[in-house]
């Protein structure tokens, strides 16, 4: 039996009917338009790639959406476990009284709150936040710093306090107020 030469023979991946396949194809039998074989194989790489960052993309946003929408149900959660502590605080005041009163109208404020959390859509909020921040620019990120000092001071507010007056020991000795 008579084996062809290397160079009798060469391979092709892909047809025309756009299936990825591989076959070996005699020089002299091919023709010339067969050459239109690898763009249709690039074509349909593009569409496969095309295809994956769809649904990366699609499970990414999905992933992105229960996250956020766990995170919305849990902030309206807390903001109305606070209302209902307000509620009981506002029923230890004597009825009728002004701190009863106050604490049953914050109480009523909060509950708002937490409805407004509850139904906010996150989407129309990012969307319409975008194009307030695209309109005023100077604006949107003064707005920002503030904010940013605000929580810093909010943050510091709520840490721990620490011994105001430390008792540092030097050589023995010890120094500062205690």
């Given at each position: 039996m008579t084996r062809p030469s290397?160079?009798?023979?060469?391979?092709?991946?892909?047809?025309?009917?756009?299936q990825p396949c591989v076959s070996f194809?005699?020089?002299?039998?091919?023709?010339a338009?067969?050459?239109t074989d690898t763009p249709d194989l690039e074509s349909q790489a593009r569409n496969y790639a095309k295809d994956l960052g769809d649904k990366a993309k699609s499970?990414?946003?999905?992933?992105?959406?229960?996250?956020?929408?766990?995170a919305q149900h849990q902030a309206a959660a807390e903001v109305q476990t606070t209302a209902d502590a307000a509620h009981a605080a506002a029923d230890?005041?004597?009825p009728g009284s002004i701190q009863a009163q106050a604490a049953h109208m914050v109480a009523g404020h909060l509950e708002d709150a937490a409805r407004r959390v509850r139904?906010?859509?996150?989407?129309?909020?990012?969307?319409?936040?975008s194009g307030f921040a695209r309109r005023n620019p100077l604006?949107?990120?003064?707005?920002?710093?503030?904010?940013?000092?605000?929580?810093?001071?909010f943050l510091k507010a709520s840490e721990p306090e620490t011994q105001p007056y430390a008792t540092h020991h030097h050589n023995g000795g010890t120094y500062g107020s205690s």
């Open positions: 290397a160079g009798s023979f060469s391979f092709e991946i892909g047809n025309r009917t756009g194809l005699n020089p002299d039998s091919r023709k338009n067969e050459m499970a990414i946003s999905d992933t992105v959406r229960e996250k956020t929408d766990a230890t005041f004597d139904t906010l859509d996150i989407e129309q909020t990012v969307t319409d936040v604006l949107f990120l003064g707005a920002a710093a503030l904010a940013g000092f605000a929580a810093t001071r």
